[in-house]
T-cell receptor, first 113, second 114 residues
């Protein structure tokens, strides 16, 4: 069965510091993987997606993620955090049986001034 | 921003009453989805539609029904609301069934069942 695990329900970093949000997946087939961001009281919007092309995927707002098959990971990073990055971030994997997305529980990113 | 409108945006209702949430899109996308979002659970798919009058169940469909009589409208009905259905409901759309295509989300509908 396919699944997604996000490590840490809350991550706190200082402004200007590296952001690292962890996502591990389980899949018996090559996965399609996604990161979405949700700002307070809003819907989700796509940050980036991996669809079996380049393993390093660049997204919006300076975020990127690297697909590592050996570690079954798809961690999200940003070199320097901004206050505007405070939001909740969701990792998802495409379910192969019906192409719907399986979502992680989310990680709330807190930026300290 | 994707043209997705959810209504109502906020609703308080009593246990046992029927409730209908509406999702309207202007993008002419084939797929439409209803999710619920609860703390610690991420997003869970309730129902989705892959065309007019074509719908299928998601992982948490009990207590919910849907209808899609027009491409642009997808209705979610709680036949008899319960407190466990207090949640934030998101409508989403995509051109294809998630095969790498982007899913676009509406702004959400906050439902409280008292």
């Amino acid at each position: 069965a396919q699944s997604v695990t996000q490590l840490g329900s809350h991550v706190s970093v200082s402004e200007g510091a590296l952001v690292l949000l962890r996502c591990n997946y389980s899949s018996s087939v090559p996965p399609y993987l996604f990161w979405y961001v949700q700002y307070p009281n809003q819907g989700l919007q796509l940050l980036l997606k991996y669809t079996s092309a380049a393993t390093l995927v660049k997204g919006i707002n300076g975020f990127e993620a690297e697909f590592k098959k050996s570690e079954t990971s798809f961690h999200l990073t940003k070199p320097s955090a901004h206050m505007s990055d405070a939001a909740e971030y969701f990792c998802a994997v495409r379910r192969e049986s019906n192409y719907q997305l399986i979502w992680g529980a989310g990680t709330k990113l807190i930026i300290k001034p | 921003d994707a043209g997705i409108t959810q209504s109502p945006r906020h609703k308080v209702t009593e246990t046992g009453t029927p409730v209908t949430l509406r999702c309207h899109q202007t993008e002419n996308h084939r797929y439409m989805y209803w999710y619920r979002q609860d703390p610690g659970h991420g997003l869970r798919l309730i129902h989705y539609s892959y065309g007019v009058k074509d719908t299928d169940k998601g992982e948490v469909s009990d207590g919910y029904s849907v209808s899609r009589s027009k491409t642009e409208d997808f209705l979610l009905t709680l036949e008899s609301a319960t407190s466990s259905q207090t949640s934030v409901y998101f409508c989403a759309i995509s051109e294809a069934g998630g095969s790498g295509n982007t899913i676009y989300f509406g702004e959400g509908s906050w439902l409280t069942v008292v």
